[in-house]
C-alpha cells in the first residue's frame, strides 16, 4: 500500500523556518516527480514546490524563502521554509506523480498524503 505521510507542521511567528518532511512508503519513488501544494480555508490546492531527480521548480510566491530536497536513501522529500509571511497558513500536502509534466497540476498527481497545519502568525 502506497503512503505518503508528512510532518513538521505547526504554529511558528512571521519571519520564523519550518521544515516539513514527507515519508514515502509502498514502492519506491525513484523517477517520481514530488510536489508540494498547500491550501489555505476557503481557497483550492495550488502549487508550492516540485522536484524530480536533481531538477527543482517553486511557485513565484515561494521562490528565494522554500527550498525542496530528496533524500532517496529515506524515500522522504523535504520543504524547508524560511521567512515565513502569514500568507503561508495552509494545510500543507505532499503528491506524487509519475511524470514530469504537468508538475504544478494538483489533478495530474497519483499519490497524495494526508496534510500537515502550518500557522504563521503576525
Known amino acids: 500500500q502506497v503512503q505518503l505521510v508528512e510532518s513538521g507542521g505547526g504554529l511558528v511567528q512571521a519571519g520564523g523556518s519550518l521544515r516539513l518532511s514527507c515519508a514515502a512508503s509502498?514502492?519506491?519513488?525513484?523517477?517520481?516527480?514530488m510536489g508540494w501544494f498547500r491550501q489555505a480555508a476557503g481557497k483550492e490546492r495550488e502549487f508550492v514546490a516540485a522536484?524530480?531527480?536533481?531538477?527543482?521548480y517553486y511557485a513565484d510566491s515561494v521562490k528565494g524563502r522554500f527550498t525542496i530536497s530528496g533524500d532517496n536513501t529515506k524515500n522522504t522529500v523535504y520543504l524547508q521554509m524560511n521567512r515565513l509571511k502569514p500568507d503561508d497558513t495552509a494545510v500543507y500536502y505532499c503528491?506524487?506523480?509519475?511524470?514530469?509534466?504537468?508538475?504544478?497540476?494538483?489533478?495530474?498527481?497519483?499519490?497524495w498524503g494526508q496534510g500537515t497545519q502550518v500557522t504563521v502568525s503576525s
Open positions: 503528491g506524487a506523480r509519475n511524470r514530469e509534466s504537468y508538475f504544478d497540476d494538483p489533478g495530474r498527481y497519483d499519490y
Open positions: 509502498g514502492r519506491t519513488f525513484s523517477g517520481y516527480t
Open positions: 522536484i524530480r531527480t536533481m531538477t527543482t
